[in-house]
């Protein structure tokens, strides 16, 4: 039986990041897990938002969590920002009455909803290990990958009751799901470091030298392929990481893809992306 969770794609799937939209319902099918919809559900405001109108990010991320109430599911994500940020969002509304009585009116008066705080957030990487377990990702495993492969958490889901049953500060459920589709973890420090994504509108060359130095970390350390549990990061990882190395004159070129990515592939899908990843890796490595 599938397990069913409402589906928040997070921030960038449709748009820079379309290759998450493609993948993420194909790895979640090979692992059993049914996506609903949440028809109509906006960005969470990755923090940016909150900076100019918190009630405006809260308001919007508690239509999303009135949505998934209404179909009494949790919900799953793929974004690390994401996943943070509608936890935060959550954690103010069931820990604030007066705020979410507030909340509350907002939205009965734009959209006729209400919101609970009952329901949970989810980041694929936690479903994986804490609800379907790693076994089935062996078992799902038609495209073993023999790379030695840097996990990317981020820092944004790194917060107590934002990572399933993950250690905050130590974390190591990318790393097993890596080795559950043939890759060899590599042990790096930076895995948890920012990368710095809001500020690169206004602070791109302190951006550049957070990227730089995130992603020669993963190089240093024996990395060809960087994976990355966070859709927004992987911006500054895979696009911005000439530029990165540019500024720094750091070695900075590493395939990076996301981690629906290589679920996906992994499992059977889209084997002609993957024989291009494959070909990235062999001319990019050392």
Not at 64 to 86: N, R
């Amino acid at each position: 039986m599938a397990t069913r969770y409402a589906y928040h794609p997070g921030n960038v799937a449709h748009s820079n990041a379309i290759e998450v939209a493609d993948t993420m319902p194909l790895a979640a099918h090979s692992l059993g897990i049914e996506l609903v919809p949440l028809e109509g559900a906006t960005s969470c405001g990755a923090g940016i938002i909150r900076q100019a109108n918190a009630d405006l990010q809260i308001a919007l991320n508690a239509r999303t969590f009135a949505q998934a109430e209404a179909l009494g599911l949790d919900i799953i994500t793929p974004c690390a920002t994401t996943a943070a940020t509608l936890h935060e969002d959550l954690m103010a509304i069931r820990n604030d009455n007066r705020l979410k009585t507030k909340i509350n009116a907002i939205l009965e008066r734009n959209c006729g909803l209400t919101v609970s705080g009952e329901v949970n957030v989810h980041h694929l990487l936690h479903v994986i290990v804490d609800e379907i377990g790693i076994d089935s990702v062996k078992d799902a495993l038609k495209n073993p990958f023999d790379f030695n492969i840097a996990g990317y958490y981020g820092p944004n889901m790194q917060q107590e009751g934002a990572c399933g049953g993950d250690d905050i500060f130590d974390p190591d459920y990318l790393e097993q799901v890596i080795s559950a589709v043939g890759g060899s973890p590599v042990a790096w420090s930076s895995r948890t470091q920012s990368v710095g994504v809001p500020g690169i509108f206004s602070e791109e060359n302190t951006v550049m030298k957070q990227t730089s130095a995130v992603l020669a970390d993963a190089k240093s350390e024996g990395a060809q392929l960087v994976v990355s549990a966070c859709n927004l990061s992987h911006m500054l990882l895979d696009v911005y990481q000439g530029k990165a190395g540019k500024t720094t004159g750091q070695d900075t070129k590493v395939p990076a893809i996301h981690l629906t990515e290589l679920l996906a592939f992994a499992f059977g899908h889209h084997i002609d992306r993957l024989a291009l990843l494959r070909t990235r890796v062999m001319v990019i490595g050392d």
